[in-house]
């Protein structure tokens, strides 16, 4: 196993503790649902780092919003979306018509160990920026991007994950710095 696939169990098995039933594995990653909003997380190619390591793309890739047309007029909203964001960049992926929170990252074994953890914050801060865009900009008229597994359908009883990363950060916002 590389880097990457260690990564992508270690996130599914240990920290994010995916169950099967709201997962589906494809070649590469998996996709699941925490609550409402579909989480992506592939390896999303390999790269050779600044050392000369080679190491893996780890993608997390949440769907916020759908049905969405780009104009100029949607703009402003985007920068005040943007504003509110963390760990993440928008994209928008015109084929679905859909407006994604986007984090990526190169994992190597070097750094394999500690950026697990800042990768599943990332997962966990992008649900719970998901849920709360999609109640902040539903005022203008943007739909959020619900969806629910193909088996296991709308999931009725989010994930503790949301609304714990919440909790997680205000406990290590009171800490003194690290640095």
């Not at 750094?111 to 990332?122: D, F, H, K, L, V």
Request: with cysteine; hydrophobic share 40%.
């Amino acid at each position: 196993m590389n880097a990457g696939e260690k990564t992508l169990e270690w996130l599914r098995t240990e920290q994010l503790c995916i169950d099967d039933e709201w997962a589906v594995e494809f070649p590469g990653g998996y996709s699941w649902w925490s609550g409402k909003n579909k989480q992506t997380i592939p390896i999303a190619g390999s790269r050779v780092g600044p050392e000369g390591e080679a190491g893996e793309i780890i993608r997390v890739e949440t769907e916020v919003f759908e049905d969405m047309d780009l104009s100029d007029a949607v703009l402003p909203e985007l920068n005040e979306l943007m504003e509110l964001s963390s760990m993440a960049g928008l994209v928008f992926r015109s084929d679905e018509r859909r407006i994604n929170l986007c984090s990526s990252v190169l994992v190597h074994e070097g750094i394999r160990e500690w950026m697990g953890p800042m990768i599943s914050m990332a997962a966990m801060i992008q649900l719970r920026d998901a849920k709360e865009f999609g109640k902040i900009f539903a005022t203008h008229g943007w739909k959020p991007a619900h969806s629910g597994h193909p088996v296991s359908g709308l999931r009725e009883t989010e994930c503790e994950l949301i609304e714990g990363v919440s909790e997680i950060l205000m406990e290590h916002g009171k800490q003194p710095s690290r640095w």
